[in-house]
């Protein structure tokens, strides 16, 4: 009988909103038993912080270095980690020794696999000494290695997820965070995924400039204002779209300058409508349409995104609760089950996922001992 882990998965995802943390027994292939889930959000100087060390990152040439304030953020990272691991266990009342490992994603600062680079910032080693449970990380690099994008991770996880809902296939996972993303999950075949364009973070970064807050909290802005046809048009006009998947981006590789003259209402509804667009955009690369979309991540609680996805879908709309998930909890679930999986030396990402020649495992193992 496969060995079940319990293992806990830790995620901080482009968005910057905060840590996700999520509790999962797993064998890392169809076992999945969901347990506690928490997030930690960022302090508004912890989040500035962050936005400076991905402007520092855009200079980066090697994945290693940590000039200005990348290491400050990195060193936040590392601690803000710590910190919620211990608050979580203290809470729900789960003693170090009953895990058996932990999934930590870090920060991604800089995604340019063009250049075989991807940075996610936080010392591994260092979370699995300060709370004694052994540490999976750099999941991303062996991908890279193999000639994949290093993104998106998920897939995998989205496939285990599709395999237990007793839903009729294919359905395909939509993950909303500061990047989008998709898997396609048809019975029999790997999955199929890439990034689709943005998610919060152009919606996300409107806000902050224009208003001083984090994101459009449940939707207000763009549900009180009117998509720009032309604006959304010149947004959807990049190059992207039209790039067949396995394919990823970074976060800021889209330009928001279409929505610039734009009242805020109006810019924050086009840029919710280009989210669901450039999911859909995707459509026309499957082998075959999906029955349903289940969405997931942060992007699932903002209504305008979900109402433009739906309003503008060919199938039916569904979020993760429907299926009785978490949809924040997903992808730090996703961590938990892919470090399990890094530990049995099973795939990560497949040449459908990612572009890497065959199944790749990746991940290090840092022992807390």
């Known amino acids: 009988m496969p060995k079940i882990f319990r293992a806990i998965g830790a995620m901080s995802g482009t968005s910057m909103d905060g840590i996700d943390l999520a509790f999962l027994e797993t064998d890392g292939r169809q076992t999945l038993k969901f347990g506690p889930t928490a997030s930690y959000p960022f302090a508004e100087g912890e989040r500035a912080l962050l936005r400076a060390a991905m402007d520092a990152a855009k200079y980066l040439a090697r994945r290693e270095d940590r000039p200005g304030p990348l290491a400050e953020a990195e060193a936040l990272i590392t601690r803000r980690h710590v910190e919620a691991i211990e608050d979580f266990l203290a809470s729900e009342k789960i003693k170090p020794e009953a895990v058996d490992l932990v999934g930590f994603h870090g920060q991604t600062v800089a995604h340019r696999p063009e250049r075989g680079l991807t940075v996610q910032i936080g010392d591994g080693a260092a979370v699995a000494r300060a709370i004694g449970i052994d540490v999976a990380y750099d999941l991303r690099a062996a991908d890279l290695a193999a000639g994949g994008q290093g993104a998106p991770l998920v897939p995998v996880y989205h496939r285990a997820l599709a395999e237990v809902s007793g839903a009729a296939l294919p359905l395909l996972f939509v993950n909303i965070g500061g990047v989008a993303n998709m898997t396609h999950v048809a019975a029999g075949q790997d999955p199929i995924a890439c990034d689709t364009g943005p998610g919060n973070a152009l919606l996300d970064d409107l806000m902050l400039a224009r208003t001083g807050a984090a994101m459009d909290a449940d939707g207000a802005y763009a549900l009180s204002g009117k998509v ?142």
């Open 228 to 369: 720009d046809e032309g604006a959304l048009a010149a947004l959807m006009a990049h190059s992207y779209f039209s790039q067949r998947p396995p394919k990823s981006l970074d976060r800021n590789e889209f330009s928001s300058a279409p929505i610039a003259a734009l009242a805020t209402p109006d810019a924050a509804a086009t840029l919710a409508a280009f989210t669901a667009s450039g999911i859909l955009a995707h459509l026309k690369f499957l082998p075959e349409a999906p029955r349903m979309i289940v969405l997931c991540g942060g992007g699932a609680r903002n209504p305008a995104i979900v109402q433009a996805l739906a309003q503008r879908a060919p199938c039916p709309v569904r979020r993760a609760e429907d299926f009785g998930w978490d949809s924040q909890a997903i992808e730090a679930q996703a961590f938990a089950f892919l470090a399990v999986r890094s530990v049995k030396g099973l795939p990560l990402t497949f040449p459908t996922t990612t572009g890497a020649r065959e199944p790749t495992s990746g991940g290090v193992l840092a022992w807390a001992g």
